[in-house]
Structure formats: structure tokens, C-alpha cells
């Protein structure tokens, strides 16, 4: 059913926590995958010179990370393609789905806030806007207390 899966990742420890489950459902359904990068050079310098500086090194970057990210899902038997590119990542996550006919979309999300259900901007524009399923694995990061007012600071606001 899935033989075409997305899976933007950022750089981040929280994005790449999809892989595992994506490493799974490849497998079982034989997929491809296809690890895609998004970067907005223009919003990391001003002046044209300094943009077209900031593409080529996170042009550069986006190859070393996925690279690296596709050996690992080679080196776990799942064929793993990558493709970087420029631009608003919800926008580009959708448009590239769209365009290379993918079946599925996989991310991580986590909650913003003290509102556990809220999804990350970009998931939440993925999900709202894309015209393939999105596969949304909720990361929980939990912070223990680290001093005694931290904990009561919690009790205060009702987590046990």
C-alpha cells in the first residue's frame, strides 16, 4: 500500500525519532524511502552574497546529514533516496509529495507549550494541507524536576 514514504527530516534529534517506525513499515511493505531536507537560505543572511554563501553550506550540510541518514536505513535493508531542497519546509513537504507521487508522509511532531495536543507548526500545515496520508509519530520528551521548587512548581499546576 505505502511503496513511496517521505520523511522530512531537519537536522534534529526529534526528527529523526520517525526512522525507526519508518525503518519498520518499509520493510514490511517493501518501500522506498526518500529523506528529504528543507532549508530557507534567504531567511539566514541579507545581502545576496551572504544567501548564496548560506545555500552552499547548507546545501552541503543537508548532503552530509541525509547521506549519513540513508546509509544507516541501507545498512537496516530499506532503500533510502535523498533530496534537499530550498524553500518553506510545510510548503515543500507537500509540493514535493505531490510532485514525485509519494504514498505516505512520516514525521515526528512534538506538543508546543503546556497544550500536549498541539502539533508543531509544520506538522500542522502538513496534516491540514497534504493529499497523501501523514504518518505523525508524537515524540514525548519528559523533563524530570530538577530542584524541589521545580516539582512543586508541577504539583501547582496539577501534573502529578
Not at 517521505?6 to 534529534?13: A, M
Not at 532503500?79 to 509519494?102: L, N
Amino acid at each position: 500500500m505505502f511503496t513511496k514514504i517521505l520523511v522530512p527530516l531537519d537536522g534534529s534529534e526529534l526528527a529523526a525519532k520517525i526512522l525507526p517506525q519508518v525503518v519498520e513499515l518499509a520493510k514490511t511493505q517493501n518501500a522506498q524511502v526518500t529523506l528529504l531536507y528543507v532549508f530557507d537560505a534567504a531567511l539566514m543572511e541579507n545581502t545576496p552574497a551572504m544567501v548564496q554563501e548560506a545555500f552552499a553550506a547548507e546545501s552541503k550540510r543537508c548532503e552530509m546529514f541525509l547521506g549519513q541518514a540513508a546509509k544507516e536505513l541501507g545498512a537496516q535493508g530499506v532503500k533510502a533516496a535523498t533530496a534537499c531542497v530550498e524553500g518553506s519546509p510545510a510548503r515543500e513537504i507537500i509540493a514535493y509529495a505531490e510532485a514525485k507521487g509519494m504514498n505516505l508522509i512520516a514525521m515526528a511532531t512534538h506538543g508546543k507549550g503546556e497544550v500536549a495536543w498541539v502539533l508543531g507548526s509544520v506538522a500542522e500545515k502538513v496534516v491540514s494541507h497534504a493529499s497523501v496520508p501523514v504518518l505523525l509519530f508524537r515524540v514525548m520528551e519528559v523533563k524530570l524536576p530538577q530542584t524541589k521548587e521545580d516539582f512543586l512548581a508541577l504539583l501547582d499546576r496539577g501534573i502529578p
